[in-house]
């Protein structure tokens, strides 16, 4: 009876495992999703990435040569997520979008 318990259980935690893998392609919605998850983490880092640096350039922890490197490359990283952000977003039309109207008869 135990044996029979534990061959089910591992038969079932294979077939969670293994499941997954077995998949017949990648998910075009998925892997964009992710694209776009992994985008917005990297905007965010270097948005908090700047806040760090403007609070430390104001305490006075940071030069003013090394807060304009340090920014500028930051900035560049964020506006570089965004515009792809903006690609992904633009690329994906809307779900709940509307129909375009036909046109008006004279």
């Keep these: 009876m135990i044996a029979a318990i534990t061959i089910g259980l591992a038969a079932a935690a294979a077939w969670y495992v293994l499941v997954p893998l077995w998949r017949t392609g990648p998910d075009a919605a998925r892997n964009d999703s992710a694209e776009r998850a992994r985008l917005v983490r990297e905007r965010e880092s270097a948005l908090r990435a700047l806040r760090d640096l403007a609070?430390?350039?104001?305490?006075?922890?940071?030069?003013?040569?090394?807060?304009?490197?340090?920014?500028?490359?930051?900035?560049a990283a964020a506006i570089e997520a965004l515009r792809r952000l903006d690609a992904i977003d633009a690329a994906v039309p809307p779900a709940s979008a509307p129909a375009d109207p036909p046109p008006a008869r004279a």
């Design 55 to 75: 609070l430390d350039h104001a305490t006075g922890k940071m030069s003013d040569a090394d807060y304009d490197a340090l920014r500028v490359r930051e900035e």
